[in-house]
């Protein structure tokens, strides 16, 4: 059983929307909070938004405002929505687990990332 696994990448008119979806293990989603990340060509891997199990969410500067950050327990699952799309957003997104305790998340080191979705966004 792959422990990640994303959905819901595809290409979308700037000004458009997408929703990602990654599906987790029970005991990954269970211990972990949850991020989504994504690289551009020539680019380092930036977190875009993220969520822990307590509920408390943080985002990139980029993405207020657009992007909205969920996740349902019972389903494992965790959502991102993105809308106002714009070129600048293209990117494979990764959905990753992110080790967390009751007083830090680390979002800087995922334990475990998906394979990866491309989103485009054409002007």
């Known amino acids: 059983q792959v422990p990640l696994v994303e959905s819901g990448g595809g290409l979308v008119q700037a000004g458009g929307s997408l929703r990602l979806s990654c599906a987790a293990s029970?005991?990954?989603?269970?211990?972990?909070?949850m991020g989504w990340y994504r690289q551009a060509p020539g680019t380092q891997r930036e977190l875009v938004a993220g969520?822990?199990?307590?509920?408390?969410?943080i985002y990139a500067e980029s993405v207020k405002g657009r992007f909205t950050i969920s996740r349902d327990n019972p389903k494992s699952t965790v959502y991102l929505q993105m809308n106002s799309l714009e070129p600048e957003d293209t990117a494979v997104y990764y959905c990753?687990?992110?080790?967390?305790?009751?007083?830090?998340?680390?979002?800087?080191?995922?334990?475990?990332w998906g394979q990866g979705t491309q989103v485009t966004v054409s002007s």
């Open positions: 029970r005991i990954i989603f269970s211990v972990n909070a």
């Open positions: 990753a687990a992110v080790p967390s305790s009751d007083t830090s998340t680390e979002w800087t080191t995922p334990r475990l």
């Open positions: 969520i822990t199990r307590r509920g408390f969410i």
